[in-house]
Antibody
Framework: EVQLVESGGGLVQPGGSLRLSCVVS????????MHWVRQAPGKGLVWVSR????????IYADSVKGRFTISRDNAKNTLYLQMNSLRAEDMAVYYC??????????WGQGTLVTVSS | QSALTQPASVSGSPGQSITISCTGT?????????VSWYQQHPGKAPKLIIY???NRPSGVSNRFSGSKSGNTASLTISGLQAEDEADYYC??????????FGGGTKLTVL
């Protein structure tokens, strides 16, 4: 059974940092691009970033470029999102997800990041 | 990059059919077969219901169907049921090698 479990969310002050983790199981982690998607309270889904299976390539949405860093540890089956210089508008539920050809989509349950003083 | 354009809300009565549109550009929806649709119930993670424009994952009802014409993709739900009441999102690959979601559509079953 495929599982993605996020953690690391919480309350952080504006300008602060937070690192999210996503532990996966049930598939060969290193062979898939992995993604982060966020959803602000009461708002829609927004794609944040993705990383190649071997970590060699990363892509970011303009809204987080230069502030967020996606990474992975394939030995630990874990995806990360390092978030720096956090702003009020970064407050959201953050989902890790696998999107693959042929409909092989899987999402975690999400972790809530609250940015407030 | 701006979200793909979806109607904010649609509604229909049980048994009826509804269609949700998702309009992008020639750099995203119009350019790729990689358009997906997701259903999201409150407090839950999104669930894939259509991939690659018109394909249904195993276990998804055949009441859900997808299509695309030019820069606009569409999701049709036939034989509306109460459990279909949810938010629906489209997603497309883009020429910048990013992904782009639609703004979301709230479906109300009357």
């Amino acid at each position: 059974e495929v599982q993605l479990v996020e953690s690391g969310g919480g309350l952080v002050q504006p300008g602060g940092s937070l690192r999210l983790s996503c532990v996966v199981s049930g598939f060969t982690f290193s062979t898939y691009w992995m993604h982060w998607v966020r959803q602000a309270p009461g708002k829609g889904l927004v794609w944040v970033s993705r990383i190649h299976g071997d970590g060699s390539s990363t892509i970011y949405a303009d809204s987080v470029k230069g502030r967020f860093t996606i990474s992975r540890d394939n030995a630990k089956n874990t995806l990360y999102l390092q978030m720096n210089s956090l702003r009020a508008e970064d407050m959201a539920v953050y989902y890790c997800a696998r999107f693959s050809d042929g409909g092989g989509d899987f999402w975690g349950q999400g972790t809530l990041v609250t940015v407030s003083s | 990059q701006s979200a793909l354009t979806q109607p904010a809300s649609v509604s229909g009565s049980p048994g009826q059919s509804i269609t949700i549109s998702c309009t992008g550009t020639s750099s995203d929806v119009g350019a790729y077969k990689y358009v997906s649709w997701y259903q999201q119930h409150p407090g839950k993670a999104p669930k894939l219901i259509i991939y690659e424009v018109s394909n249904r994952p195993s276990g998804v009802s055949n009441r859900f169907s997808g299509s695309k014409s030019g820069n606009t993709a569409s999701l049709t739900i036939s034989g509306l049921q109460a459990e279909d009441e949810a938010d629906y999102y489209c997603k497309s690959h883009t020429s910048s090698d990013t992904l782009l979601f639609g703004g979301g559509t709230k479906l109300t079953v009357l």
